[in-house]
C-alpha cells in the first residue's frame, strides 16, 4: 500500500473517531442542557375543588392523581384570582390579576376584548423568548382551551400535539381537560352512590343534590384517569424524566356558592407539583411533602419560570413560591368577580390565613337568584332550593342562598370553613372588618383594578345581547330540569 493510500486510511478513521467524540460530546451537552432546562407541563383541570384522594376526600377515587402527588409537593391553601373561568384564566396566562389588566369579565365579544397594557406580554411569550417550544396539546385528550379574555396578535403556541413537544425540547405544555366541567361524565367501571355522599350543610340533604354531587365525584375519576393517561404519554415519548409536571385547577367546583361565588367553594383549588429525579430539585422542594403557605394561582405562572430558570418580568404581580428565587410569603390572597354572562356581580375578597372579608359592589340579590340561565338550566339544586323553601323545607344554613345578598361579608375561616356565620355586623368584629377593608381598598388602588370603572355601552349591550341568546338558549331546558327536580321531590320530599 502507497504512502499517500495509508495515509489516507488514517485520516478517514481519524475523521470517523473526530466525529465520534463530537457525537458523544454533543449528546452529554444537550442532556445537560435538558437538566438545566427542564420541560414543564400543565396539567390543567376545569371547574375541580380540592375533592380528590390525596386531599382527603374517602369516597373518590383517584390513584394517578394520587400517586403524582406522593411523588411530588402537594399545597393545600391555593386560591385562583377569580371563581370563574375566563378572568382566572387571563390571570394564570399573565402572572397579572385580571382586573390589573383591563380584561375581568366573563366573556368579551372578541372585537370588545382589551389590548394588554403596554410592556406585559403573554406567559407563552415569555418562555418562547427565552428558548422554550410552547404548545397547547389537543392529542387524544386535551381541548386546547386557552380562554384569554385579551387580544393577541402573535400565535401563543407554537404546537398542539405531542409529536411536537417530543421533536422541540425544552418545552412548555398545557393540556387542559374537559372532565368535571358540567355536563357530568359517569364513571360506568366504579359508580358513586349518593347515599355515600356529604354535602355541604349550604345544600339541602337531598337525593337529587347528593346525586348531583356523586355524579360530580364520578367525573373527578373519569378526569383522573385521563392524567394517568397523560403521564404515561409523557413516559412513552421519553419525556417523563426531564418534565416538571404541575397539576390544578382554574377555579372551584360548579356548583351553586361554588363556580361564580368568592368563597372557599368557588377559589380554592388543588396543586402538585411533581419533579423527575435526574431534574435538579429547587430549594424547599421534596417528595411526598404537604405545603399550607397562602398561594394565589397567578403564583404558579411566576413559580414555572423560576422553574425553567427564567426571571420573572418585573411587572409581574404573581410571586414565585418554590426555588431559589423565592419570595416572601403571601399574607392575603385577593380575588374578584365582575360580569358573568347576564349577572353582574362585581365583588372583591381578601383572604388571610384566618378570615375572608367580601365586597360586593353590587347586592340585594339572593346568591340562587344570581344564577345565569345558564346555571339555572344546569344546576339542579337551584331549584331543589326554590321548591323546598315554598314548602317551608329548608334550615336556616340553606334559606341564606335565597336571602338578599350584603354589601359586606366576615367569616372566621378557623371556626366557620363552611362560611355560614357572616359576622361583618357583629360588634365585636368591626375592628378586624376595617383592618381588612383597609387592605383590600390598599390592593384596589395597588393594581388601579379597572373593573371599579364604569363599563363602556359597548360592553354593556354585549352583554344584555348575550342575556337575550341566553334565555332563548336555555329557557326550555331549565323549564325540563324544575320538572324532573319537582317530580323528584313529591316522590321523595
Known amino acids: 500500500m502507497s504512502y499517500s493510500l495509508i495515509f489516507i486510511h488514517m485520516l478517514l478513521k481519524t475523521t470517523v473517531l473526530l466525529v465520534f467524540i463530537l457525537s458523544f460530546i454533543f449528546e452529554i451537552q444537550t442532556t445537560l442542557a435538558q437538566n438545566e432546562n427542564p420541560n414543564i407541563i400543565w396539567l390543567l383541570a376545569e371547574d375541580l375543588s380540592p375533592d380528590l384522594g390525596c386531599y382527603g376526600n374517602g369516597i373518590v377515587q383517584t390513584p394517578n392523581i394520587d400517586q403524582l402527588a406522593s411523588n411530588g409537593h402537594l399545597y393545600h391553601k391555593v386560591f385562583t384570582t377569580s371563581p370563574v373561568c375566563s378572568p382566572s384564566r387571563t390571570a394564570l396566562g399573565t402572572g397579572m390579576y385580571q382586573n390589573s389588566i383591563g380584561a375581568y369579565h366573563m366573556r368579551y365579544a372578541e372585537k370588545d376584548k382589551p389590548e394588554l397594557p403596554e410592556g406585559i406580554i403573554p406567559l407563552t411569550k415569555i418562555f418562547n423568548d427565552n428558548g422554550y417550544f410552547t404548545a397547547k396539546i389537543k392529542d387524544e385528550i386535551g381541548t386546547g382551551k386557552s380562554d384569554w379574555m385579551f387580544k393577541v396578535h402573535q400565535k401563543p403556541f407554537q404546537g398542539n400535539s405531542w409529536e411536537d413537544i417530543k421533536n422541540h425540547q425544552p418545552f412548555f405544555a398545557q393540556v387542559n381537560f374537559r372532565l368535571t366541567h358540567r355536563d357530568f361524565e359517569e364513571d360506568k367501571k366504579r359508580p358513586i352512590s349518593p347515599e355515600e355522599v356529604s354535602v355541604p350543610p349550604y345544600y339541602p340533604d337531598h337525593p337529587v343534590v347528593k346525586q348531583d354531587w356523586a355524579s360530580y365525584l364520578e367525573s373527578v375519576q373519569l378526569l383522573d384517569a385521563q392524567v394517568g393517561q397523560v403521564i404515561q404519554k409523557l413516559k412513552e415519548n421519553g419525556l417523563y424524566e426531564n418534565t416538571i409536571i404541575i397539576f390544578f385547577s382554574d377555579h372551584g367546583r360548579p356548583f351553586t356558592r361554588g363556580k361564580c361565588f368568592n368563597y372557599e367553594s368557588g377559589l380554592q383549588i388543588p396543586l402538585i407539583i411533581s419533579i423527575p429525579q435526574n431534574i435538579k430539585v429547587p430549594k424547599g422542594y421534596k417528595n411526598g411533602k ?16 423560576a422553574l425553567a430558570g427564567i426571571s420573572k418580568p418585573e411587572y409581574m404581580e404573581g410571586k414565585v413560591f418554590l426555588g431559589k428565587e423565592k ?27 384566618k378570615f375572608r372579608y367580601n365586597r360586593n359592589y353590587n347586592h340585594g340579590f339572593s346568591i340562587n337568584e344570581g344564577a345565569t340561565y345558564y346555571r339555572k338550566a344546569k344546576h339542579p339544586v337551584y331549584h331543589v332550593l326554590n321548591i323546598l323553601d315554598e314548602k317551608g323545607m329548608l334550615t336556616s344554613d340553606q334559606a341564606r342562598l335565597l336571602a338578599p345578598l350584603p354589601e359586606e361579608e366576615l367569616y372566621d375561616l378557623e371556626r366557620d370553613p363552611f362560611e355560614l356565620q357572616n359576622l361583618a355586623t357583629a360588634p365585636e368584629w368591626q375592628k378586624e372588618k376595617k383592618r381588612l377593608s383597609d387592605i383590600l381598598d390598599k390592593w384596589l388602588e395597588d393594581i388601579n383594578d379597572k373593573g371599579l370603572e364604569e363599563d363602556s355601552e359597548n360592553i354593556k349591550q354585549h352583554f344584555e345581547d348575550y342575556r337575550k341568546m341566553s334565555f332563548e338558549r336555555y329557557s326550555e331546558a331549565i323549564e325540563k330540569q324544575k320538572a324532573r327536580v319537582m317530580t323528584a321531590i313529591e316522590q321523595k320530599p
Open 290 to 305: 404537604e405545603n399550607s403557605d397562602l398561594i394565589s394561582a397567578i403564583d404558579v405562572a411566576a413559580t414555572s419560570l
Open 327 to 353: 419570595e416572601v410569603k403571601r399574607k392575603y390572597i385577593f380575588s374578584s368577580t365582575d360580569r358573568i354572562g347576564e349577572t353582574f356581580f362585581k365583588t372583591r375578597s381578601i383572604r388571610t390565613e
